[in-house]
Structures are given as C-alpha cells and as structure tokens.
DNA sequence: CGGGCTTTTGACGTCGATCAAATTCGGTGG
DNA sequence: CCACCGAATTTGATCGACGTCAAAAGCCCG
C-alpha cells in the first residue's frame, strides 16, 4: 500500500468524518509518518506542540509525572483517535508524557499546518471540535472515577464494561499484562491483586488474565455502576481492534472506534 | 441597560473573540437570559443538554454525583466563560449537575441553533475549539492535582497561585468562606484545617480568612509546582472579578477572563 | 449574654502505597 | 522431560493520607 492511498483510508475512518476527501487530504498533506516500538516516548511534558499526533495502530498512553517521579495515567488512545489536540489548538506546553505501549503507528500533522487549515476549512474544526468533547468527557468520567470509587470498583466496572462490550458475556479476557492493567487503573499491582481478590466475594473468579463473571447484575451493583453515565464510557477502555483494514479488505465494521470514548 | 446591548458588551468579551459582530449577534438571538440565586441546580447529570451555558456574572460549580450522594467538584466556572460545550457538541447527557455558587446572571443559547450556527460559522467552532481545548487541560491539570498531591500542597499550590496573580504579593484573602473553599479543594473541611496546620510549618499564616506566605520560593518547593505546567492554572482559581462593565464604561483590561483557564 | 454557625482538634477507621517475602508462571538449557 | 532463572503476581505487615465522628473553641449577631 502506497502511502497515498493509506491516507485515504485513513480519511475514511469515523475521526474523520464529515471531511471532504479533497480537504482532507490537503490536510494530511505535509503530515509525516511515524512508528516506534512500544515504550517509545513520543514527547515530554512542558514541550511545544509541534505536530497533532493521530494514531493509526497501537496504542498510546498519557501521563503525567510530578516532579517526585510519581505518575498518573490521564488518558490511554486507542486507534483511530488524535491526540493531544488542546495542547495544539491553544499552542501552550503539553501537560503530559505521551508513551507507546505497543508497536504503533502514527501521523504527525504540522500544529502550524493545522491552524491554518482551521481557518481555511470550516468542517475540520467541527471534526475536532466534537473529538475534542469526547476526550473532555472522558475525562469528566476519570476524575469521577478517581475520586468517587474505590480501586475494587473500578476494576469491577472495568470488567463489566469488557462484558457488556461483549454483549453481555459472563467470561471475559484482560487486554493486557496485570501490570500494566493495574497502571491504567490508577493503582499499584498490589492493589489490582486485592481488588480482585475482593471482587471473588461478589462472584468473580479470576485465572490469570481469564475472568468468570457470575452475576453481572451483582457486579454492577456492587460498583455503583451509573446507567447514563458510566455505560457510555465502554469504548474507553475496549482493547485494540485492528481498525485499519488490509488493502483487499473494506472499511471495518463501525463499532465506534473512531475516537477515545462515543 | 437593553438586553441588545447587552448582547453587544457580551460579545465583546474574550470568549467571543474572533467572532464578527454580526454572526455573534445571530448566535445570541434566540438566547434566553437567566438569574438565579446561590445555590440553585441549573441541571442535573443525566440530563439531555438543551442549551449552552454562558455565564456572565457570578460563579457556578460543575460536579458530579454518585448513587451514594457522595460529590466531587470537577470545575468552578468564572464569568465570562461557557460551559457543558462538550455535552452540546456531542447531544450527550450531562455528567455533571451545574449549581450556582453565587447570585449569577447566564445567557442560555439553544442547543440546536448553536449546532446550527456552528456549520453556518467557521468562525465560531473556532472560538469554541478554543475554549474546550482550555477546560480540557484545566481537566487534566485537575486530575493531576487530585492524584498526585496531598491536600495540604493543593492548598499551599492554592495560595501560591493567589498570590502570584496579585504580582506576587506575600499577604491574600482567602476569596470564600472556608466551608467552600474545602470542597472546591476536593477535601473536608477538617482537613482543609489541618493542612493549613501543615503549612504553617513552612512558613504560611493563617487569622481567619487572611494568610501571610513568609517565603514564597519555600511555599513553591513544598507543593512541588512545576512552572511550566502549575503556573498556567492560576486563573483558573482566581476569584471572580466583575467582568461586564458598567454600560457607561469600556470593555475591563484584558487579564485573560475570558476562559476558565489560560 | 446566649444560641447557632463555622473552624479547629483529637480519636478512630478505611483505603491505598510501600516494603518484603512467598508463590506462580513462562520459557531455557541441560 | 525436567530443573532452574527471572519476571510477574500474590500475600502479609506497616505506614501515611483522608474521611468520619465527636467535642471543644471561636465568632457573629441579635
């Protein structure tokens, strides 16, 4: 696949849409290509935006990190989203560490470029705008989330959202390594380990990264899940789909990956 | 003062920079104003948004809620400032439950014709990029805050950004009651007090709602600021200023009010 | 001067982080 | 196939930060 006409499929994907073919391709113009193994630090905290990253396979982590070394995971990106958007449009210092966890790709639009085209192209900043939102909302979801449940809950409610993304299956697998689970959960390995532990008493069986749920309605119970507001977050911590497609393949199914969150 | 030409002070404000006079004023049009005392909810979390809020004077507190009424307070918004944008933008429910924290005044522009206006108006989806992109960081700096300070430095990080807004001054006034200002902090009252005991060690006095900071450099170590990142936040923890001038005088000197955070 | 407040202080209890040690798992080389 | 190493995971003990409850000061005002 040539690069051109990976940029087409890229146009076609849900961050994209509502944008003329033509417009967006002059937007992705002067864009780069990128790609680095996993752990690869994009960019530092307290760097000038110079492109808006967009993700394209892989995933990436956001984080901050205080001057004592200490972390916290803001956001994980799943493809096909962007990044780092508010930082571009206000062109102030990125507040977080954007670091791959996986193999990735990505496309690196000029944040010069960017803002120009802004002007130039009314459908663009639609486009980011309503990305832009979701990621806010997200975010309202995590503060939330950090403050008002316990680490067993947020486990619990992160299992159920695997379940229900699931259709409502009783068996779920982890997407990834406990580790790396426990830091996207904003908690120690340790704790993770508890957590679980504590969800066994309400019927959750655990093997490794293999989870029995017995009773959804009990595990939704016990961490407070909130209908109108928690469902919604599901996309946010659904694992990697494959999103672009094969050369032979058509568009994938649009099961809502076009962004952070829906 | 008419409702017109009110519209038109508002439209001079910095949240509506950019926009021309009269595509603003196409916008406001079918705006409502409204007034509420302290404390009224202007809209529960959960609801479908109906209208994008603009707050002209007073202050409002955006917070979530959960099933066991336990809160956390996700943004306090300032005049001259929009917010529930995201919710707009994307026709989702509220997350959060808006409350008057002081008698306020607010435009309310209808949801529908702001989307409307929005694809009539390249202009305007900028002026909102802008202002999302803003409370978005206010957002992560929010998280980052929560998770990774005590309560004490959120405190001392507080007063530094008190007084280095007053050019540095070594003696602030505590804008509320500290009732309030402890649920703003996300901490209770109690330990809203004991933090100030803390602080009191490294300098900071506290009679009543006055504090002295002995020595702003150690203040500044203790709670860890990161001058790239924290400093930038200050606004958005002023205090209000009265924003909408009198109608016989000019817009106010340009101390970036217009958006909750800079 | 005496309610009815806010604010402060002290005594717990809970949650989550940290440190240390035990245990399990995955793959490797013999 | 099996013993073995290193990493991941679990478990236990302990600590610090905060929330809660209760009681003591302070304060404001009538």
Excluded: W
Aim: aromatic content about 4%.
């Amino acid at each position: 696949m040539t690069p051109v006409d990976e940029l087409d499929l890229v146009l076609q994907l849900p961050l994209f849409d509502g944008l003329e073919p033509e417009s967006g391709r002059r937007l992705l113009g002067p864009s780069l290509h990128c790609e680095a193994q996993a752990g690869v630090n994009l960019f530092q905290q307290g760097e000038r935006p110079e492109y808006l990253h967009v993700l394209i396979e892989g995933a990436v982590e956001l984080r901050c990190v205080d001057p004592t070394g200490h972390e916290v995971v803001v956001e994980v990106v799943r493809p096909v989203d962007c990044f780092i958007l508010a930082a571009v449009v206000t062109d102030a210092p990125y507040l977080m560490t954007a670091r791959t966890l996986e193999h990735s790709r990505l496309l690196l639009i000029p944040a010069g470029h960017l803002r120009e085209e802004l002007y130039r192209q009314p459908a663009l900043s639609l486009v980011l705008l309503g990305s832009l939102a979701r990621h806010y909302r997200a975010l309202v979801r995590q503060i939330k989330d950090l403050k008002l449940r316990t680490s067993a809950e947020r486990v619990g409610a992160f299992l159920l959202c695997l379940a229900l993304d699931q259709g409502g299956a009783t068996t779920v697998e982890l997407p990834y390594r406990k580790r790396v689970l426990a830091d996207r959960m904003g908690m120690t390995p340790e704790n993770l380990s508890r957590a679980f532990a504590r969800l066994r008493e309400c019927g959750v069986q655990n093997q490794g990264s293999h989870v029995v749920i017995e009773d959804l309605e009990r595990l939704a119970e016990y961490c407070r899940m909130d209908t109108a507001i928690d469902r919604v977050e599901a996309a946010l911590r659904v694992p990697a789909q494959q999103v672009l497609p094969d050369s032979s393949e058509s568009v994938p199914p649009s099961r809502a990956q076009g962004t952070t969150d829906t």
